[in-house]
């Protein structure tokens, strides 16, 4: 069975640039168009929910010219991409503190989520100034403010209530990882949806990713044994 939610970590723009003698935000422009191509791919075949994390908490921390960049290029991808989305009737949505992005991103970001919204052929989710702990922090801040006030009861908070309470609230968890460069690690990524994901982490530097690589991806996944903690005899029956 193919993943019905693929969550990726497009890693290596900056490695791949640099053997090549070139400046950073050529890997990110480059990483750019794989993404999209990765989105029309994931669309024809059939993959419901993908999640790309775009820049994280710990990204504003770079230099401030390669963040400038990359808020550029990802102000220009929301404009030039529109139309894809809108043709391939794939809703964009945002995770992350996106009220820290510059206005001019920003206001792109809005535009571009709005006349997606009713859309239902795919659901691509930017993480943008995402962070997995942020993220957990918020749910329990939100929490607490309906404890204060009355609407919930601490005892009553669940697994299920916490989780509604993120910015996935309505996505069922990642079941795939992708995270290319080969590093083996999650950088701070949806950390509370993936307790059960299967991570792959191909050596491939992600402006090199492409369709052969995707499919391997898939193939990787279906011969993975997910067990949910169960023995392999309860989860075959
Ligand atoms: C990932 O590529 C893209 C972003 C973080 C936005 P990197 O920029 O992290 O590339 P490397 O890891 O330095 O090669
Ligand atoms: C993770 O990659 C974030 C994105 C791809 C947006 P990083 O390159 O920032 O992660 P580390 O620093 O290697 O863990
Ligand atoms: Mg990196």
């Given at each position: 069975m193919n993943p019905k939610h693929i969550a990726i970590i497009p890693d290596g723009n900056g490695r791949w640039a640099k053997q090549r003698g070139e400046s950073r935000i050529s890997g990110h422009i480059r990483g750019t168009a794989v993404v999209k191509d990765t989105i029309i791919q994931a669309k024809q075949l059939g993959i419901p929910i993908l999640t790309f994390y775009a820049f994280s908490d710990e990204n504003w921390k770079r230099p401030q010219d390669e963040i400038q960049g990359l808020m550029m290029l990802l102000k220009e991808y929301l404009i030039s991409e529109r139309a894809t989305l809108v043709r391939?009737?794939?809703?964009l949505r945002a995770l992350g503190e996106i009220s820290k992005l510059p206005p001019f991103v920003l206001e792109e970001l809005q535009k571009t989520i709005e006349m997606t919204s009713s859309f239902n052929q795919m659901i691509l989710n930017f993480a943008i100034s995402y962070g997995g702990r942020s993220e957990i922090v918020r749910a329990a801040k939100l929490l607490a403010k309906a404890?204060?006030?009355?609407d919930v009861k601490p005892d009553d908070i669940s697994e299920k209530?916490?989780?509604?309470?993120?910015?996935?609230?309505?996505?069922?968890d990642p079941d795939l990882l992708i995270r290319t460069s080969g590093e083996m690690r999650i950088s701070n990524f949806l950390l509370w949806q993936m307790s059960y994901t299967e991570i792959y982490a191909p050596e491939v530097l992600w402006p090199d990713f492409n369709t052969n690589e995707f499919l391997k991806a898939l193939e990787v996944f279906r011969l993975r044994k997910r067990r949910f903690g169960l023995t392999d005899e309860q989860y075959e029956s």
């Amino acid at each position: 069975m193919n993943p019905k939610h693929i969550a990726i970590i497009p890693d290596g723009n900056g490695r791949w640039a640099k053997q090549r003698g070139e400046s950073r935000i050529s890997g990110h422009i480059r990483g750019t168009a794989v993404v999209k191509d990765t989105i029309i791919q994931a669309k024809q075949l059939g993959i419901p929910i993908l999640t790309f994390y775009a820049f994280s908490d710990e990204n504003w921390k770079r230099p401030q010219d390669e963040i400038q960049g990359l808020m550029m290029l990802l102000k220009e991808y929301l404009i030039s991409e529109r139309a894809t989305l809108v043709r391939e009737k794939i809703q964009l949505r945002a995770l992350g503190e996106i009220s820290k992005l510059p206005p001019f991103v920003l206001e792109e970001l809005q535009k571009t989520i709005e006349m997606t919204s009713s859309f239902n052929q795919m659901i691509l989710n930017f993480a943008i100034s995402y962070g997995g702990r942020s993220e957990i922090v918020r749910a329990a801040k939100l929490l607490a403010k309906a404890c204060m006030a009355g609407d919930v009861k601490p005892d009553d908070i669940s697994e299920k209530s916490f989780q509604k309470h993120l910015y996935t609230a309505d996505l069922p968890d990642p079941d795939l990882l992708i995270r290319t460069s080969g590093e083996m690690r999650i950088s701070n990524f949806l950390l509370w949806q993936m307790s059960y994901t299967e991570i792959y982490a191909p050596e491939v530097l992600w402006p090199d990713f492409n369709t052969n690589e995707f499919l391997k991806a898939l193939e990787v996944f279906r011969l993975r044994k997910r067990r949910f903690g169960l023995t392999d005899e309860q989860y075959e029956s």
